[in-house]
């Protein structure tokens, strides 16, 4: 099974930039369609961006125009650059297969202070 660890999270004020990071201990390119995920406090979990293998991408409204998703292949790494970024932004971060998830990470704590 994959593995996925992400990584890149931080405390921000609210206008800034992050990116986050997630390493797949396999093949990425196994993995069809990559999906970012945000846990706010006290609120379901959330998908917030994918990436298909081809490249295809699709965003949550609430990010779309400040969050960009990519993936390398070649470093079975899939990224997610957050600019604009507002305190609602706030929350643990987590990267997954979106049709087939494997076992969840530690996910990466991305906090936006007003």
């Known amino acids: 099974q994959v593995q996925l660890v992400e990584s890149g999270g931080g405390l921000v004020q609210a206008g800034g930039s992050l990116r986050l990071s997630c390493v797949a201990s396999?093949?990425?390119?196994?993995?069809?369609?990559v999906g970012w995920y945000r846990q706010a406090p006290g609120k379901q979990r959330e998908l917030v961006a994918r990436i298909s293998r081809g490249g295809s991408r699709n965003y949550a409204d609430s990010v779309n125009g400040r969050f960009t998703i990519s993936r390398n292949n070649a470093k079975n790494t899939v990224y997610l650059e957050m600019n604009s970024l507002k305190p609602e932004d706030t929350g643990v971060y987590y990267c997954?297969?979106?049709?087939?998830?494997?076992?969840w990470g530690q996910g990466t704590q991305v906090t936006v202070s007003s």
């Open positions: 997954n297969a979106v049709y087939r998830p494997f076992s």
């Open positions: 396999g093949s990425l390119f196994s993995i069809d369609t």
